[in-house]
């Protein structure tokens, strides 16, 4: 039995299914998870002495690869200053004024710890707000596993099979409502059928966590005019898609401006930060100011700061980064494209910048429905296939594939020499 192995057994003893979040189990591809020693740059290490090529990032966060040096040098000088405070500091200025600068829409900002608790805050002070309690949310996206918003909710729950979650109250989502996406006439619908009652729609403005599924034209412009006729708040779920398309997220790469975004992941570097910001007159209903409460032990933690201050920042500085990211990652996927069309492999392969997914099957994926046409079998074997070979790539079907700065030309080559070797 391999290090791997043998830690999963402790694990699975002491941690429910062995993990701390259910997707890094491997259950969707039947296998044993790799534990994970160190990383760095493009390249991920586990216990048994493997070296491989890192297609997750953490789950977006590392754009810049991993043990970026001017990340590492301001967490390493932040965490000899104190670990925590729990009181204001100049770091956690400078960190919402960096965000209100690179994102137009947003004039205010709070630092939470997740992205969970930065969309269950967003939705908070929407519905303070507006003074209304509906949210319309779409199937097939993931905002984190707050209550309200485990309803047809991506990734976790498809690669797991939950219907939704148990543990969860009728009367915590009788107000969430489910649209579909890429479907402008399904929400109208809802919108109809609860007159004046919506507060919010949040949305995925590039979905990622049904697999990559990508807004066609006029979905996101669609519902910045259906919420602006309905007097309802649009919520840019950027978790994912900050700092990632463009310096200012998919909401400056599409042009669409909400009313309210979270953030999560990149702003971290790595750390466990996540933020909600917006329109001014919004985040002003927040506590201290205003009656929507939500408060933070750990909130701006300096360390924290410190590490998505020098991400941005890194980001901020070089113009080019995005369009040398978003060129090369386009080149690799195409690439990825035509290799299974040479091996006569039917396969949706959805990109946009730096994500992107490989769907196992002949429809076009755009919604939730033609997602979970895929099959989940093949995809199991390409896992299988590719991690041999040395290639990480997320666990399940539903989720996407992010490439990073730190990904060189020949370890791009090396992953599409794998691929030619495949057999589905
Ligand atoms: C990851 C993710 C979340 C949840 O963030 P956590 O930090 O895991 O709580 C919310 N929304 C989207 C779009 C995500 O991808």
Redesign the pocket.
């Known amino acids: 039995m391999g290090k791997s192995e043998q830690l999963f057994e402790r694990a699975k003893k002491v941690i429910p299914g062995g993990v701390n979040?259910p997707v890094r189990a491997f259950g969707s591809v039947g296998m044993t998870p790799r534990f994970i020693s160190r990383a760095k740059g493009s390249r991920i290490f586990d216990v048994d002495g493997n070296e491989y090529i890192d297609f997750i990032g953490s789950?977006?966060p590392m754009i810049l690869g991993h043990g970026h040096p001017l990340v590492l040098d301001a967490v390493t000088k932040a965490a000899q200053e104190g670990l925590s405070y729990g009181a204001a500091t100049e770091r956690e200025v400078i960190m919402a004024e960096l965000i209100c600068e690179i994102v137009p829409s947003i004039e205010m900002v709070r630092m939470v710890n997740?992205?969970?608790?930065?969309?269950m805050s967003a939705i908070r002070a929407a519905r303070g707000f507006t003074g209304k309690d509906k949210i319309i949310k779409f199937a097939g996206?993931?905002?984190?596993?707050s209550d309200a918003l485990l309803v047809a909710a991506g990734s976790g729950l498809m690669t797991q099979g939950i219907p939704g979650s148990a543990g969860v109250p009728e009367g915590c989502t009788k107000d969430t409502l489910t649209a579909v996406y890429n479907d402008l006439d399904s929400v109208k619908q809802l919108f109809e059928a609860n007159p004046n009652e919506v507060a919010a729609i949040i949305v995925?403005p590039v979905a990622?966590?049904m697999g990559v599924v990508l807004p066609e034209d006029g979905f996101l412009q669609g519902l910045r005019r259906i919420c602006d006729e309905n007097e309802a708040l649009l919520i840019f779920?950027?978790?994912?898609?900050g700092f990632r398309l463009a310096l200012d997220g998919a909401q400056g790469y599409y042009n669409v401006k909400p009313d309210l975004t979270?953030f999560?992941?990149i702003i971290g570097g790595g750390m466990?930060v996540?933020a909600y910001g917006g329109r001014k007159e919004i985040m002003e209903q927040v506590a201290p100011l205003g009656p929507v409460y939500q408060a933070g032990t750990l909130s701006g933690n300096p360390v924290a700061m410190a590490a998505g201050i020098a991400q941005l920042t890194v980001l901020k500085n070089f113009p080019q980064f995005y369009k040398d990211l978003n060129a090369k990652s386009d080149r690799f996927f195409e690439e990825m494209h035509n290799i299974l069309n040479s091996k006569g492999i039917p396969h949706c392969l959805n990109h946009v910048g730096s994500l992107g997914s490989i769907f196992f099957t002949t429809e076009k994926v755009r919604d939730y429905a033609s997602a979970q046409t895929s099959h989940t079998r093949k995809f199991r074997m390409y896992f299988k296939h590719m991690i041999e070979k040395g290639i990480y790539i997320a666990p399940s079907q539903f989720e996407a594939m992010f490439i990073s700065a730190a990904h060189t030309e020949a370890d791009l080559a090396t992953t599409l020499e794998a691929a030619g070797d495949l057999i589905v």
Do not use: F, L, Q
């Open positions: 979040s789950w977006g997740s992205g969970t608790e930065a969309v996206c993931y905002h984190g596993h995925e990622a966590n779920d950027e978790v994912i898609t979270t999560g992941k466990p996540g």
